[in-house]
């Protein structure tokens, strides 16, 4: 059995399981309650924190710690199955998950917003350098496939870093399209600018 009712009793150490009775896997509310779950563990799980570095500043708004309030807001979204919640794309990066930030998108769109931040290291985002070519490899996304794709190779950082930038651009076009044509999106116009903010080249110097 998941999502005991017994209010003294926090989820994570914080968070109030409200509802009018226990969530079973097969109970209508399941999928919102393991989403809920989902916000705070990355919020308040400090095993999670210390092993994805990324949640370490990231928390919840004080009206999310109680489960039937989440419920509302999750009710209102009519939530497809199989998409995420995401509070990076119109909260711009916000560090707290909340009403005003998130949003459900496509698992494909949150992987291609995220590979950003999770894939940083010596070198911009998208590029590795290949030892046995002597040049550097740029690679993202694709809108078409949801997965990492070759971009090509390249003598330089700086060459590589704006052929990635170049076709990021034009893969957050086809998410911009593919939103402004998709019914089950929430918050489009909201969506469709932050991405396009967030992609434009000017936006990512190296």
Known sequence: MVGKRDTDYR???VGINDAPEKISRIHPLHRCYQSWSDVLKRSYSKSLKAKRPTYAEV?????WLRFTNFHSWWQDQEVPDHWELDKDIIG?????YCPENCVYVEQALNCFTTETKSNMGKFPSGITYDKDYNNYRARCNSYHSGKRIHIGRFKTVEDAHYAYLEFKHNQALLWISEIESNNLYKRKDELCSALYERYKPINHGY
Request: hydrophobic share 15%; proline share 0%; with cysteine.
């Open 11 to 13: 989820l994570h150490g």
């Open 59 to 63: 928390t919840c708004c004080n009206d």
């Open 92 to 96: 711009r990066d916000s560090k707290i």
